[in-house]
């Protein structure tokens, strides 16, 4: 035997520490991936970008810290809801092509510790925003949690076609919270940018349930390509399309932004008709998966658009208009 093999069966012999060690370590990494899996990423990305908006077009200002601190509760809040999301559906996921390698139907994570993980995170969000930051905040993410988790998830979601229009409420919240952060009330204008994020919903989710249709059949998920057929569910992406695109329009005819955002809610949400327009008159899948993406862009750049405004100091309010409101 060489010296090189005795070394390396002493260390088999040994139990070779060094490779516990790295075990462990990719374990706790494995582990630790699942756990964040747990909370949604993606999703929470817009959670967080829209509740930032709703902290920046708010009158005043927060301390950097307590800011973060808001911000990082949305987040909380959100991956919380999440992760009970996961618990609550995970025999729903298990038969989805598209959430089948969510940790839960992998066997990585039980069901009880998804439970208990977003269990405690969406308490101490809430007890976080409120002693943090003040507790009309903290109200609302508490509603927002309270809203996805059992009037979307437990309630409507295997119950009705309409899941997605109310259950989308949820999702619209976040505005309401970072501006509650600021002013510890609600005003006129984020309740708008609630309503631009509700209408929104249903002609986003619709067009992913389109070209996923079979999915939410194999689970029993009563979509609406699934209970009302393809041909009704592309007539309601363009009526809600058609509703949402000039609704995004009243924040800038109220006063509350100005002509970049105006403008540029307009032409965002001319590609938005027009892609709704392929949906209604087509019948591939091409369309909707393009309408997909692009609603995320959409939403993303409304947004956005409001950002750079009040950090590029613009003039507020339509021409002919007091601004300001």
Same mark, same amino acid.
């Given at each position: 035997?060489?010296?090189?093999?005795?070394?390396?069966?002493?260390?088999?012999?040994?139990?070779?520490?060094?490779?516990?060690?790295?075990?462990?370590?990719?374990?706790?990494?494995?582990?630790?991936?699942?756990?964040?899996?747990?909370?949604?990423?993606?999703?929470?990305?817009?959670?967080?970008?829209?509740?930032?908006?709703?902290?920046?077009?708010? #009158? $005043?200002?927060?301390?950097?810290?307590?800011?973060?601190?808001?911000?990082?509760?949305?987040?909380?809040?959100?991956?919380?809801?999440?992760?009970?999301?996961?618990?609550?559906?995970?025999?729903?996921?298990?038969? @989805?092509?598209?959430?089948?390698?969510?940790?839960?139907?992998?066997?990585?994570?039980?069901?009880?510790?998804?439970?208990?993980?977003?269990?405690?995170?969406?308490?101490?969000?809430?007890?976080? @925003?409120?002693?943090? =930051?003040?507790?009309?905040?903290?109200?609302?993410?508490?509603?927002?949690?309270?809203?996805?988790?059992?009037?979307?998830?437990?309630?409507?979601?295997?119950?009705?076609?309409?899941?997605?229009?109310?259950?989308?409420?949820? +999702?619209?919240?976040?505005?309401?919270?970072?501006?509650?952060?600021?002013?510890?009330?609600?005003?006129?204008?984020?309740?708008?940018?609630?309503?631009?994020?509700?209408?929104?919903?249903? #002609?986003?989710?619709?067009?992913?349930?389109?070209?996923?249709?079979?999915?939410?059949?194999?689970?029993?998920?009563?979509?609406? #390509?699934? =209970?009302? $057929?393809?041909?009704?569910?592309?007539?309601?992406?363009?009526?809600?399309?058609?509703?949402? =695109?000039?609704?995004?329009?009243?924040?800038?005819?109220?006063?509350?932004?100005?002509?970049?955002?105006?403008?540029?809610?307009?032409?965002?949400?001319?590609?938005?008709? =027009?892609?709704?327009?392929?949906?209604?008159?087509?019948? +591939?899948?091409?369309?909707?998966?393009?309408?997909?993406?692009?609603?995320?862009?959409?939403?993303?750049?409304?947004?956005?658009?409001?950002?750079?405004?009040?950090?590029?100091?613009?003039? @507020?309010?339509?021409?002919?208009?007091? +601004?300001?409101?």
């Amino acid at each position: 035997m060489t010296d090189a093999s005795y070394s390396s069966a002493s260390s088999i012999e040994a139990g070779n520490p060094g490779l516990d060690v790295a075990s462990a370590a990719s374990d706790f990494g494995a582990r630790t991936a699942d756990f964040i899996a747990l909370l949604k990423p993606r999703v929470m990305f817009l959670v967080v970008f829209t509740g930032l908006v709703g902290m920046v077009v708010a #009158p $005043g200002a927060l301390h950097p810290v307590l800011a973060f601190t808001a911000l990082l509760c949305i987040a909380v809040g959100a991956g919380a809801s999440g992760a009970i999301n996961m618990w609550f559906d995970a025999d729903i996921d298990a038969v @989805m092509e598209r959430t089948s390698a969510r940790p839960i139907p992998l066997g990585r994570i039980q069901p009880s510790e998804a439970l208990g993980f977003g269990s405690v995170l969406s308490v101490g969000s809430v007890a976080v @925003m409120g002693l943090g =930051v003040n507790w009309v905040a903290a109200l609302w993410l508490a509603i927002t949690i309270g809203f996805y988790v059992f009037v979307y998830t437990m309630w409507l979601k295997r119950r009705t076609p309409q899941n997605i229009v109310i259950g989308g409420a949820a +999702g619209a919240f976040p505005p309401m919270i970072g501006w509650a952060a600021v002013t510890g009330d609600i005003s006129l204008y984020p309740v708008l940018l609630f309503g631009i994020i509700f209408l929104w919903t249903p #002609p986003h989710f619709w067009a992913l349930a389109l070209y996923r249709s079979d999915d939410y059949a194999r689970a029993g998920v009563p979509m609406l #390509p699934v =209970v009302a $057929g393809e041909a009704e569910t592309r007539r309601q992406i363009l009526y809600y399309s058609l509703v949402l =695109v000039p609704f995004t329009l009243v924040p800038w005819l109220l006063g509350y932004t100005g002509a970049l955002y105006g403008i540029g809610a307009a032409l965002l949400g001319a590609g938005l008709l =027009v892609l709704a327009a392929q949906i209604f008159r087509g019948s +591939g899948m091409a369309a909707p998966k393009r309408m997909f993406a692009y609603s995320i862009l959409y939403l993303f750049l409304l947004f956005a658009l409001l950002l750079a405004e009040r950090w590029l100091d613009l003039p @507020m309010g339509f021409p002919g208009l007091a +601004g300001g409101a």
